[in-house]
């Protein structure tokens, strides 16, 4: 694999009641925006524990008796179960609606959204199985909040770079999604012209078309490093001397091709100064003025980065976050890979009806640079399995199918613009699919 296909390749391998867009805020913050426009069922509810005290906030000890039952006089209805832990001590958690299981995950956190669909029950139970430590649960919130507002389900599909475009590429997974971004067919040298197939590019476009025909098609386009240059030196020539005939070359390129948006897809390792900062800004403002609506451009960007100011942000349409890969420090917890990330994101102040959050169709182990398939290992995975531990220890993390279904829920809850899938073709069909759980969780 190239280096620069690599590259962008690693940046990949990382992851409601409608709220008015705007800055983004923290997890532990949920519950004010939901407060506002919908009940917490949780407070009209009878309580019951075992190992607490009856108030709301309650202490549990390790224990296979540490449960809190939460039931009603007659059948109330729910979609989502929020749960709140001062701390990060929860390894384990079931939940029961009816006594029935409906849940089992390995971490709360802050706080952890479990989606449920829509429900109809007379008691939710909550037990913890297993912690590293004390802990200490601090609130339950069991809400019925909206499924009806626009929310994008983006396939980010690598195709083959050589021969038959759409060799190892199951077009069957790729049905149900709203959005899809292609690479690698468009690269772009330092004078700014495009080096693409064209009838590649044709063909793409009508196979995706035939299957899918009110989704939109966007391309990813990256620098095209030779002999003499890298990465850096492409897009430095090309952003800022030859921006205007980059943007051009794209223009014409996405009306010629039935594309409908443009996603740079750049290293964000170059921006270490205001210069590099500035050209990608003013790069923006002349693509944009090249390429007019319905047309879109697209950005990947670190949820710490804050590359783009305020003209950039209006004007780019699509902000692809790459959240923290699932085998990184925590083992790629909710809190880590979906929390962290919108916390982080506050500073940058992106639009959250603009932003989308990425979730991995595999595991990925950085000591050996080798990826996992989802498909390889989803029947050891079942319903709510994350992790898998191979004959050699080597632990592997997932997005498993709960864990996949309640991060799209809680970011359709949040107020983000979408999903991301990075190599959905990875996935299986049937009741493990992943992409089955991000459409169940948007419905």
């Given at each position: 694999?190239?280096?620069?296909?690599?590259?962008?390749?690693?940046?990949?391998?990382?992851?409601?009641?409608?709220v008015?867009?705007?800055?983004?805020?923290?997890c532990?913050?949920?519950?004010?925006?939901?407060?506002?426009?919908?009940?917490?069922?949780?407070?009209?509810?009878?309580?019951?524990?075992?190992?607490?005290?009856?108030?709301?906030?309650?202490?549990?000890?390790a224990?296979?008796?540490a449960?809190?039952?939460?039931?009603?006089?007659?059948?109330?209805?729910?979609?989502?179960?929020?749960?709140?832990?001062?701390?990060?001590?929860?390894?384990g958690?079931?939940?029961?609606?009816?006594d029935?299981l409906?849940?089992?995950?390995?971490?709360?956190?802050?706080?952890?959204?479990?989606?449920?669909?829509?429900?109809?029950?007379?008691?939710?139970?909550?037990?913890?199985?297993?912690?590293?430590?004390?802990y200490?649960?601090?609130?339950?919130?069991?809400?019925?909040?909206?499924?009806?507002?626009?929310?994008?389900s983006?396939?980010?599909v690598?195709?083959?770079?050589?021969?038959?475009?759409?060799?190892?590429?199951d077009?069957?997974?790729?049905?149900?999604?709203?959005?899809?971004?292609?690479?690698?067919?468009?690269?772009?040298?330092?004078?700014?012209?495009?080096?693409?197939?064209?009838?590649?590019?044709?063909?793409?476009?009508?196979?995706?078309?035939?299957?899918?025909?009110?989704?939109?098609?966007?391309?990813?386009?990256?620098?095209?490093?030779?002999?003499?240059?890298?990465?850096?030196?492409?897009?430095?020539?090309?952003?800022?001397d030859?921006?205007?005939?980059l943007?051009?070359?794209?223009?014409?390129?996405?009306?010629?091709?039935?594309?409908?948006?443009?996603?740079?897809g750049?290293?964000f390792?170059?921006?270490?100064?205001?210069?590099?900062?500035?050209?990608?800004?003013?790069?923006?403002?002349?693509?944009?003025?090249?390429?007019?609506?319905?047309?879109?451009?697209?950005?990947?960007?670190?949820p710490?980065?804050?590359?783009?100011?305020?003209a950039?942000?209006?004007?780019?349409?699509?902000?692809y976050?790459?959240?923290?890969n699932?085998?990184?420090?925590?083992?790629?917890?909710?809190?880590?890979?979906?929390?962290?990330?919108?916390?982080?994101?506050?500073?940058?102040?992106?639009?959250?009806?603009?932003?989308?959050?990425?979730?991995?169709?595999?595991?990925?182990?950085?000591?050996?640079?080798?990826?996992?398939?989802y498909?390889?290992?989803?029947?050891?995975?079942?319903?709510?399995?994350?992790?898998?531990?191979?004959?050699?220890?080597?632990?592997?993390?997932?997005?498993?199918?709960?864990?996949?279904?309640?991060?799209?829920?809680?970011?359709?809850?949040?107020g983000?613009?979408?999903?991301?899938?990075?190599?959905p073709?990875?996935?299986?069909?049937?009741?493990?699919?992943?992409?089955?759980?991000?459409?169940?969780?948007?419905?």
């Amino acid at each position: 694999m190239k280096r620069r296909t690599l590259i962008l390749f690693l940046i990949l391998i990382v992851f409601a009641v409608s709220v008015p867009a705007g800055t983004l805020v923290g997890c532990s913050d949920i519950k004010n925006l939901f407060e506002v426009d919908a009940t917490n069922l949780a407070d009209y509810a009878n309580f019951t524990y075992s190992n607490g005290d009856n108030k709301i906030n309650f202490s549990l000890k390790a224990s296979d008796e540490a449960w809190v039952r939460i039931s009603w006089d007659s059948a109330v209805v729910f979609n989502e179960i929020f749960l709140y832990e001062s701390g990060d001590n929860v390894t384990g958690f079931e939940i029961y609606v009816n006594d029935e299981l409906v849940s089992s995950q390995d971490g709360i956190g802050k706080m952890r959204n479990v989606y449920v669909g829509a429900t109809t029950a007379t008691s939710v139970t909550v037990k913890v199985t297993s912690c590293k430590g004390s802990y200490k649960l601090t609130d339950i919130g069991i809400y019925n909040l909206s499924r009806s507002r626009d929310f994008h389900s983006t396939a980010f599909v690598r195709l083959n770079d050589d021969g038959d475009p759409f060799s190892g590429v199951d077009l069957s997974l790729l049905k149900n999604y709203t959005d899809y971004l292609i690479y690698p067919l468009v690269t772009f040298d330092s004078s700014g012209n495009l080096n693409v197939n064209g009838s590649d590019l044709i063909e793409v476009s009508q196979k995706f078309r035939s299957f899918n025909l009110s989704a939109k098609l966007h391309l990813v386009i990256i620098p095209a490093p030779n002999a003499d240059e890298d990465d850096n030196d492409v897009r430095h020539s090309a952003l800022k001397d030859h921006a205007e005939e980059l943007a051009a070359n794209i223009s014409t390129l996405l009306k010629a091709s039935g594309f409908d948006g443009a996603v740079l897809g750049f290293d964000f390792s170059f921006a270490e100064n205001l210069f590099d900062y500035g050209a990608y800004n003013e790069f923006i403002e002349t693509l944009r003025g090249k390429l007019m609506s319905p047309y879109e451009i697209g950005v990947f960007i670190n949820p710490d980065a804050k590359i783009f100011n305020k003209a950039s942000k209006r004007l780019i349409d699509n902000f692809y976050v790459v959240t923290p890969n699932l085998n990184d420090n925590t083992a790629g917890t909710f809190a880590k890979t979906v929390c962290d990330t919108l916390e982080t994101l506050k500073d940058s102040n992106l639009p959250k009806s603009k932003t989308h959050l990425t979730v991995p169709f595999y595991s990925y182990d950085k000591e050996t640079e080798t990826l996992y398939k989802y498909a390889d290992y989803a029947k050891q995975l079942g319903k709510y399995g994350n992790a898998v531990t191979l004959d050699d220890g080597t632990s592997l993390r997932f997005a498993g199918y709960t864990f996949a279904r309640d991060m799209t829920a809680f970011c359709y809850d949040y107020g983000i613009a979408g999903i991301l899938s990075v190599c959905p073709h990875y996935d299986v069909s049937g009741s493990l699919s992943l992409a089955a759980a991000i459409k169940d969780a948007m419905q």
